[in-house]
């Protein structure tokens, strides 16, 4: 596992960089260790160096590891979300990072209020308007988080994106700042359940450019555990 660490340790390097520039608090930024294709041995010692919050893209990955991945860790559900498979992961999850309807909105609503709880989720955004991606445009984003603030089970807590995949993550840069904007935006609007606090972007490839357009949640796969391997 020293990989892992040595990887981990270059990661948080980075961001106390960048956060030192920026008069930011590095503790305010936070890590997801995006765990999809690893095992859970792997990934168990993993949580041993300090990592507190994982993030995984499929309900069904999420269902199988979940009973082996020791307790106490924050799971965070960063991929597409299909309204039935809700009801897998309400009582699992931390945070669901994918919300980008109406329906899919008030389904965690329901399925949060049947366990008495009340589900933190971010809004995701598709800047880029790739038609490969999943998420809202701007102007489904204003009209949807006036509906979100009337359900009383979920708790907007910021935006999510992904940006396109690009060799130079400068390319990319313009997405950032985009979201930062639309961040601030919001935050200065006063809606029910709304409350900006997150803005979670940047992955192995763009987190450093993601983190100084102001990301505060960074997921990161392959920069702390390898190359992932999808053949299993
Ligand atoms: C896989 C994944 C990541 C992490 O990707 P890496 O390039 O391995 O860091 C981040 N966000 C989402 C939504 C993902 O599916």
Redesign the pocket.
């Known amino acids: 596992m020293d990989y892992i660490k040595e990887n981990l340790k270059e990661i948080k390097d980075n961001i106390r960089t960048v956060c030192e520039k920026q008069g930011r608090d590095p503790e305010s930024v936070t890590l997801?260790a995006?765990t999809?294709t690893i095992d859970e041995a792997v990934v168990n010692e993993s949580l041993k160096l300090g990592i507190r919050d994982i993030?995984e893209?499929k309900v069904q990955e999420i269902e199988r590891k979940y009973p082996a991945i020791s307790k106490g860790v924050k799971w965070h559900l960063?991929?597409h979300l299909q309204r039935n498979k809700v009801k897998y992961v309400i009582d699992k999850v931390a945070m669901i990072?994918?919300v980008d309807s109406l329906r899919l909105a008030q389904e965690i609503d329901k399925r949060a209020e049947g366990i008495g709880l009340v589900m933190d989720v971010l809004l995701q955004l598709n800047i880029a308007r790739e038609e490969s991606k999943f998420g809202l445009d701007m102007e489904e984003l204003y009209r949807l988080i006036e509906d979100l603030s009337r359900l009383g089970h979920i708790r907007v807590r910021g935006l999510?994106t992904?940006a396109p995949f690009v060799e130079n993550p400068e390319e990319v840069r313009w997405v950032f700042r985009k979201m930062k904007d639309i961040f601030e935006d919001l935050k200065l609007r006063d809606f029910e359940n709304i409350d900006m606090e997150y803005l979670s972007m940047g992955?192995?490839?763009d987190?450093l450019v993601a983190l100084e357009e102001g990301a505060n949640m960074l997921?990161?796969?392959?920069?702390?555990?390898g190359p992932?391997d999808y053949s299993k």
């Open positions: 997801i995006v999809k993030g893209n960063i991929g990072h994918s999510m992904m992955m192995t490839n987190y997921r990161i796969g392959t920069g702390i555990y992932r």
